[in-house]
């Protein structure tokens, strides 16, 4: 510990997720010395005892694989898996802002600390972003503009895709929306369930809303074939929250990758708490905190310092240091995809809960003119019954208190009932706004840190757009032929774990946080990566954009060796 | 007094006649009978004992609860605790609320009767190879 | 081709082709063989832990089996872009010794170490020398005398001989019957029509086989010596670890005099004859539609018969093999069960002419429905075999 406390590195990146390990990577790869901060635990080797925990557990949650007895650095996925949290004070990871929200949930989303971040429990949808979501303002009047276009992001959608293992459709993808690909996806696409099957034969083709419904094999990062040494997916269904046989992509890949280099140490446990600058505004030291809350303090003075630690988890960084915010922007503009569901029984039995949760999708409504009046949305189609919505257990529970039923009518009427479960569910884009933020609670967490506090509401744009996204969705229900149409309350919105803005990107450094490449306006060491750096949310999962914006930053600070080297 | 052993019989008896299904793996039958002996103690042992003279015409209310949640047991191994029988049983609940037991090993989970009624595997032991869900369910 | 060193006409060309359609038919099945034979269940000689991990080979040999069917359908559209028609037959299991050029024959075993040293032996890279393979994985030395030694040579050769051949003369057969993905489940099929999709189409063979230099930690080859790995270090770890159903070995129904009787193993108990014959029928069948989807052009109707077809594999095909392996093979056996013998009878093809073929093949799975109903009467049988039937009955050509 000491070695490496004293060794001089090129980087130092907090974080080891998905961005921080791929920066880590290639960093690591074009000769530059890197050390790896993570607050949480390395635990690779664990797979299948995880595995075996989620199976374990009636509560089967995205972070209950990873429950350990004495978490060092608490996260909100283990929160909510830990027993006796009935103190009003620690009864939330997060602090509420709660005043004059009208809607029920707050802010939902969560994340997982962890060597490999959360990723482990990420369902692994990677579609991209398409060419008018970063010109939000100049199209449609809403927004905000992003300081780079599509085009300048293609080349490094193509290398997120190949370094991740992403498997789609080339042809049925291109220009699509107007996002053209210069290359294939590097595995053809993951087979679409049964039911896309009756999707794709009755509703494929037909106008609904003035729209051409196509249902599109979902770009994913799970392997179609045995791809970077990982196997093909084998359906263990459990993608969220965790695969037991990593053919679904995770971080721990790239940091294995980026260990094998030689150029990169990596310490787990280190909660980093403060960063330290001069009257330069250099980043001059950083402290963390590691197990038995002992405080390290290492010198940054020649070295670049990479914040890679998620949209919550940067901004109580920086708040808590007082650092990089001289435009007041840090924490603001948090975003999610706000999203709601209908839920219904197909008159033809459709197995669900065999293979990957969702396998097929409906884009059609991610752009258009009505998205200057309401948000664009993007449509899954669910693979996993009713969802979080009413498992295959409630079911079965329901049957037996409210029908009496036992023996095999119970068996059959199981069967009758689930193999029917169908759902389909609409993520909005939440337009960036200022009030929606995190900012730093009195009250602090388990090792002493100030806890994030967050203020969040979704406006008219998300609420108009779930009335017609429950729409369009009912229509195409009635094409797929259902009964028992169902869709939730829109106060009662749902977060997607897609946690985006809250250090955003722009040219204006009263305005922003960070340049395009990630670096801070205030700080010249210091750049950020992931999705706090979003100027606005779009309707796609974020994180393969996040991955391009982070491979676009680290081959603008190697001198563009990375595209280089691609030719 | 029935012996141990004659009263683990029972139980897998038992466990067949409510589930109606013939092959379930006795080495889940005798945790879940080391599970209910432990929470549920004498009612328990009342309930096999019944069960073995033939009372059930005369089963009582929390009898019949027994039963349920036997039944849920083996569909979905989610151990029901008695200080939530009472909720497990209100129709106005949360369906979707889990509780926080966690078991010793995932087998009993694996063999879920669910999973086979749904025609589905347990999610995280893999339902065959790559693609399988493209089709109809083989089971 | 054995009088040969290069291939320098059509003919053969033909015939290599032929001989690659035999080869990955019979690896397909070799594989599928020892991914059936192994365990689904925790019991007394398999942890949880352990059986995500067997669960996770079988998978994995699922997945590779279903690549070899892949090159056998790329091989089909290769011979029938030169002016040939789909092959699927090949010799019974258990081969006889030098019907092949490789010095271990294809065959039908369970899960085991010299399984997959066997199965490493088809896939080897051209970069490690079979000879010495052989010699330090099996103990056997044998005299070099053929003109190819592992599956990739022999791809290289029909490669050189499409390369010997003007483009012009040798891709002479209908376009239009080319199958691509929009007719059968494989999303990589390469639709061949000239010498460059050719050339495509056999180096994604090679590749997924042996791998390339860049790419090799994905080849099959790789792929088992994973696998054998990690089972050599579970034995390691856990002495009474056996992932491995108790099956007999290549197993027969009937000696018809064409296979290497010596290694093979006849079943004696009625109910398994009937099944596997059963078996060994509807997989036939499964084999003629498919040669028939790649024969016509008829696109449109056969598009359905290619999915019937390819929905026997999952719903009726694997349950009647793992149905096998619940059913005793006989007294000889002792305690083992039966398994499926994968045997190619006497059959022809069915003819392009979609309205000809709907009725060959209605009138066979009827008869085959016919049979199955007779087995269910005369036996009380493990719930797999009721359970594919139905599934037949579910799924119209």
């Known amino acids: 510990m000491d070695k490496i406390k004293n060794k001089k590195y090129d980087y130092i990146i907090v974080g080891s997720g998905i961005c921080g390990s791929i920066a880590a990577y290639f960093l690591a790869k074009f000769n530059k010395t890197v050390l790896l901060l993570e607050a949480g635990e390395t635990r690779d080797k664990d797979r299948i005892e995880m595995s075996g925990r989620y199976a374990r557990t009636s509560r089967k949650t995205p972070g209950s694989p990873y429950v350990k007895e004495n978490q060092f650095a608490d996260s909100p996925d283990f929160h909510e898996n830990i027993k006796n949290n009935n103190s009003e004070k620690n009864k939330n990871f997060y602090v509420f802002d709660i005043e004059n929200n009208k809607f029920k949930n707050v802010f939902k989303s969560t994340y997982q600390r962890i060597t490999g971040g959360s990723t482990w429990h990420w369902l692994g949808n990677v579609p991209r972003f398409i060419p008018s979501d970063f010109k939000m303002n100049s199209i449609y009047r809403v927004g905000k503009d992003w300081p780079i276009t599509y085009h300048d992001l293609e080349t490094y959608y193509c290398i997120a895709e190949n370094e991740i293992g992403v498997s789609g459709n080339h042809e049925k993808w291109n220009k699509y929306l107007g996002a053209y690909r210069s290359k294939s996806f590097p595995m053809s696409e993951i087979w679409e369930c049964y039911a896309d099957t009756l999707f794709i034969k009755k509703v494929d083709g037909k106008s609904i809303n003035g729209k051409e419904i196509r249902i599109l094999p979902t770009p994913q990062a799970r392997n179609s074939e045995n791809y970077d040494g990982r196997p093909a997916c084998a359906g263990n269904s459990s993608c969220v929250p965790i695969c037991p046989i990593q053919a679904k992509y995770d971080a721990t890949v790239h940091i294995k990758k980026a260990l094998k280099t030689g150029n990169v140490d990596i310490i787990d446990n280190a909660v980093v708490n403060k960063l330290i600058e001069n009257e330069n505004k250099e980043i001059i030291a950083l402290s963390y905190l590691t197990l038995n809350n002992n405080k390290v303090e290492i010198d940054t003075k020649t070295a670049k310092v990479i914040l890679a630690a998620n949209s919550i988890e940067i901004p109580r960084l920086l708040l808590n240091s007082g650092i990089a915010n001289s435009s007041d922007q840090v924490g603001r503009n948090l975003m999610d995809h706000a999203q709601g569901y209908v839920t219904a029984l197909t008159n033809e039995k459709i197995y669900p809960f065999r293979g990957p949760l969702t396998t097929s999708g409906i884009d059609a409504f991610r752009d258009g003119e009505q998205r200057k009046e309401l948000s664009a949305f993007r449509i899954s189609i669910g693979n996993d019954g009713w969802g979080r919505i009413k498992s295959p257990n409630a079911v079965v529970r329901e049957l037996i208190i409210k029908e009496n039923l036992l023996g095999s009518k119970l068996y059959n009427a199981v069967e009758e009932k689930v193999t029917r479960m169908i759902r389909m569910s609409y993520s909005t884009e939440v337009l960036p706004n200022k009030n929606n933020r995190v900012t730093l609670s009195d009250i602090k967490d388990n090792i002493g840190i100030r806890k994030p506090k967050i203020s969040f509401n979704i406006s008219k744009y998300n609420a108009d757009a779930f009335e017609v996204a429950k729409e369009v969705c009912t229509k195409i229900f009635n094409e797929v032929g259902v009964s028992e149409l169902s869709t939730n309350d829109n106060r009662d919105y749902s977060g997607a774990g897609h946690i985006m803005g809250t250090t955003c990107m722009g040219n204006d450094p009263e305005k922003s946080v960070v340049n395009d490449y990630g670096n801070s306006h205030d700080n010249h060491n210091l750049y950020i990566i992931g999705p706090s750096v979003f100027t606005t949310s779009g309707t796609a999962n974020p994180t393969l954009t996040a991955v391009a914006l982070t491979i676009r930053t680290i081959d603008h600070l190697l001198n563009n060796k990375i595209t280089k080297n691609e030719v | 007094m029935l012996s141990k052993k004659e009263l683990l019989k029972i139980f897998y008896k038992l466990s067949i006649e409510l589930v109606d299904i013939k092959d379930l793996k006795l080495e889940v039958s005798n945790y879940y009978f080391e599970l209910l002996l432990n929470e549920y ?42 200080s939530e029988l009472d909720s497990f049983f209100d129709v106005s609940d949360d369906f979707n609320k889990q509780n926080e037991f966690v078991h010793s090993s995932p087998v009993p989970y694996y063999n879920g009767l669910v999973w086979k009624a749904i025609r589905a595997h347990p999610l995280g032991l893999t339902g065959g190879y790559f693609g399988y869900w493209k089709y109809k369910p083989e089971n | 081709m054995k009088y040969k060193h290069k291939a320098e006409t059509r003919s053969d060309i033909l015939t290599l082709l032929c001989e690659a359609s035999e080869i990955e038919h019979g690896l397909a099945c070799s594989y599928l063989f020892t991914a059936f034979s192994l365990k689904c269940e925790v019991d007394e000689s398999l942890k949880w832990e352990q059986l995500h991990m067997v669960k996770k080979w079988a998978a994995q040999i699922f997945f590779v089996a279903s690549e070899e069917m892949l090159h056998l359908a790329q091989v089909w559209n290769l011979l029938t872009a030169i002016g040939g028609t789909p092959y699927y037959a090949r ?58 030694k592992t599956v990739g040579d022999l791809y290289a050769m029909i490669k050189e001989g499409i390369k010997s051949i003007p483009e012009e003369k040798l891709f002479i057969g209908d376009k239009d019957i080319q199958i691509g993905s929009d007719v059968i489940d494989f999303p990589d099929i390469i639709k061949v029509t000239d010498r460059k999709t050719s050339l495509e189409a056999i180096d994604q063979i090679m590749e997924q086989g042996e791998g390339t230099e860049i790419d090799e930690e994905n080849s099959h080859y790789w792929i088992f010596s994973q696998i054998l790995s990690e089972f050599e270090q579970e034995i390691v770890n856990d002495n009474s670890f056996n992932p491995v159903k108790n099956i007999i070995e290549n197993p027969v129904v009937f000696n018809k005099g064409d296979i290497d009787i010596n290694n093979a193993n006849i079943l004696q108990n009625e109910s398994a004859i009937l099944i596997s014959d059963l078996f060994d029928d509807l997989y036939v069948l499964m084999m003629q539609i498919l040669q028939h989807v790649f024969l016509t052009s008829n696109k449109k109707k056969s598009r359905e018969l290619g999915k019937f077809a390819i929905h026997m594999m999952p719903i009726v095909i694997k349950p009647l093999a793992d149905c096998l392996s619940k059913i005793p093979a006989g007294s000889l056996y002792k305690n083992k069960t039966a398994s499926p013998s994968f045997t190619i009878n006497r059959h022809v093809q069915i003819p392009s002419n979609y309205d000809i073929a709907i009725i060959l093949i209605n009138e066979r799975l009827a008869h085959l429905i016919e049979r199955s109903e007779f087995i269910s009467k005369k036996y009380d049988l493990p719930e797999e075999f009721y359970k594919a039937i139905k599934s037949l009955k579910s799924i119209k050509p």
Do not use: C, Q
């Open chain 3, 91 to 148: 010799p019974n299991f258990p081969l006889n010794a030098k019907y092949y050029h490789f010095d271990i024959p294809i065959s039908l075993n369970p899960f085991s170490v010299s399984t997959m040293k066997r199965f490493k032996m088809y896939e080897l890279p051209r970069t490690i020398n079979e000879k010495d393979y052989v010699k330090t994985e099996f103990g056997l030395s044998f005299e070099d005398s053929y003109d190819y």
């Open chain 2, 41 to 82: 103690g004498d009612d328990f042992i009342s309930l096999l004992n019944n069960n073995y003279f033939g009372k059930k015409a005369k089963s009582t209310s929390s009898e019949r609860k027994l039963n349920g949640l036997i039944i849920y047991l083996w569909y979905t191994s989610e151990f029901i605790t008695r």
